[in-house]
């Protein structure tokens, strides 16, 4: 016999239900009331992808005005960019929940408008602020269509606007690695555009000039990158002893001829009140230029009179070329086609990729460093002064001693692997300390009767970088046109390498912009999806994600009306 349950019961029931519901209800409002006196976020992922670091939150809560960012990657866009755009709004919502309202931002469609001129005015525009477009193709069914796209956003603070590349291209690489390194450069950029609109006290950096080193032109990039946060300017020391007052930071690039005693005085005094200096230093001569004109040129020893200086500080100049079989390609002349000459690219072990140290954030996560004719380095030991590899050649390479003959002809047979087993070679040392003076207990009398020294024996706690290739931050110029091309540009591959992210960092460490550092050296897995797996299993895929949800619901529904059954009827 079947029996209902009575209504007294069911009555009863309800206003448990009820009163449960209300009891949920009240401590809901409690916790949100408690909630709204603190403040904080839970990051679950392992490897902190959504945590931002302490100098972006510091700087977050500071703000005194409102930062406006418009974003240009919105409408209909392939799925690699929908993920960047999808990541670039996490990431701004991240900031604007530490900024207390002083952030906003709007994603915009710059195709928008139907009308062509319209959205050619707009293209215009966004590239004369500094936004580069991608043109892509889209495959719609059978069609096949071109897409323009700006995947990249304009940052407003101050009165004052800055772009930013939000996609950064690399060749070589696919896109999906493109957007992975992108999506991990999201807050770095935003911070670094902040930096650069709210930066009003710059810091000074000088280039040396009078003793040969790369003129403008040749700088001309690095210049440009320093110049977006620091004040720039270049400086003949010409024997001043105040002719670096109220600097910073110099920066020693390739001189050719030697340095006068009193230069160095000057700069080692320098050093001593907690001047940084970036040495980029050639111990050797040898140029590509020779070469081009002939079948041969000499690498000989450099007499720039800064050896002992850096012996002195804990660094020792090598007269001597790294050959490496990692390194830059050039083309050849194999042979003739009719009367046209054949080509062929060989690595010119003279121009060793250098490897950055991982474990510093100085070199951590870089491409590559091109170089040409680098020498090696050693660091030594010197009391209060702690020594710190920052580039290296390969393992693949070795040493060859000035004086030494350089010629194509080492290309024409294949390389004894045997002679290229010596291990790796430093081309890149950061010194950090107290540093002794290179004049202590030797003073020229010329400088002894100068009444405006006051000398120093030793310096106050600071740093310095030493390169053995002055190259690593000379961009490549066009002389013809007076014209100059990216830092880390590479004309024969068309790649671009880590050169200027090495130069931005080494500067940014130097001068004690570390939270900017730490933000840009932060790195998290990404993990890519496996397109040929994506290929081989796309229907098994997408039939279980389909049909797996609708066989889930519908057990889930039969199951809740057995126990219903069970429940009220007997």
């Known amino acids: 016999m079947v029996k209902k349950a009575s209504f007294s019961t069911l009555k009863g029931k309800k206003w448990v239900d009820l009163g449960t519901l209300i009891i949920a209800l009240l401590v809901i409002l409690l916790l949100n009331y408690v909630g709204s006196f603190f403040f904080e976020r839970l990051d679950l992922t392992a490897e902190k992808r959504y945590t931002l670091a302490d100098a972006t939150v510091e700087n977050l809560e500071t703000l005194e005005d409102v930062v406006f960012v418009r974003v240009y990657l919105e409408g209909n866009l392939p799925t690699e960019f929908r993920e960047l755009r999808d990541a670039t709004k996490e990431m701004l919502d991240e900031l604007r929940a530490y900024a207390g309202g002083n952030l906003e931002y709007e994603f915009i469609n710059p195709s928008a408008s139907p009308d062509e001129e319209e959205r050619i005015e707009v293209y215009k525009e966004l590239t004369r602020q500094g936004l580069q477009y991608s043109n892509i193709r889209m495959r719609t069914g059978d069609k096949l269509s071109e897409q323009i796209i700006f995947p990249g956003a304009v940052v407003a603070f101050n009165g004052k606007e800055t772009p930013i590349q939000l996609m950064k291209g690399q060749k070589g690489t696919s896109q999906q690695e493109m957007i992975a390194n992108s999506i991990q450069q999201l807050e770095y950029e935003f911070m670094s555009a902040l930096k650069k609109l709210s930066n009003n006290e710059q810091k000074r950096i000088a280039f040396i000039e009078g003793h040969g080193e790369l003129d403008k032109l040749a700088t001309a990039d690095a210049e440009k990158a320093l110049s977006e946060f620091y004040s720039v300017e270049r400086i003949t020391i010409d024997e001043k002893v105040g002719a670096l007052n109220g600097l910073d930071a110099i920066i020693i690039a390739r001189p050719d001829s030697a340095y006068s005693e009193k230069d160095k005085f000057i700069i080692d005094q320098f050093i001593m009140s907690g001047g940084k200096v970036l040495w980029c230093i050639d111990p050797v001569f040898a140029r590509m230029d020779s070469l081009k004109s002939s079948q041969f040129t000499m690498g000989l020893a450099l007499e720039h009179n800064l050896t002992d200086q850096l012996f002195k500080y804990g660094v020792r100049l090598n007269n001597d070329l790294i050959m490496d079989l990692e390194a830059l390609p050039i083309p050849i002349v194999t042979g003739m086609v009719g009367n046209q000459p054949k080509y062929e690219m060989f690595s010119w072990f003279y121009m060793p990729l250098l490897i950055g140290n991982q474990n510093h954030p100085i070199s951590k996560n870089l491409e590559r460093i091109k170089s040409e004719f680098a020498s090696s380095l050693e660091a030594l030991e010197v009391d209060s002064v702690e020594a710190t590899p920052l580039l290296t050649s390969s393992d ?175």
Not at 455 to 483: Q, W
Not at 505 to 523: F, Q, T, V, W
């Open 396 to 570: 693949k390479s070795r040493t060859v001693n000035a004086p030494l003959r350089i010629s194509f002809n080492v290309l024409r047979e294949k390389p004894r692997y045997e002679m290229y087993s010596s291990g790796t070679f430093s081309a890149g040392i950061l010194l950090e300390g107290t540093f002794t003076s290179v004049f202590k207990n030797r003073l020229p009398r010329k400088l002894l009767e100068d009444d405006g020294i006051s000398f120093k024996e030793k310096s106050v706690e600071t740093k310095m970088i030493v390169l053995s290739d002055g190259d690593i931050i000379a961009n490549e110029v066009n002389r013809k046109e007076e014209i100059y091309y990216a830092l880390g540009y590479y004309k024969y591959t068309e790649e671009i390498y880590g050169n200027k992210e090495f130069l931005m960092n080494a500067m940014n460490y130097l001068l004690d912009d570390s939270g900017l550092l730490n933000i840009r050296s932060k790195e998290f897995k990404i993990r890519l999806l496996d397109q040929a797996k994506i290929d081989s299993d796309r229907l098994y895929w997408q039939v279980l994600n389909a049909a797996l949800p609708i066989v889930l619901i519908l057990m889930f529904g039969a199951s809740r009306m057995y126990l219903r059954r069970r429940m009220y009827v007997r």
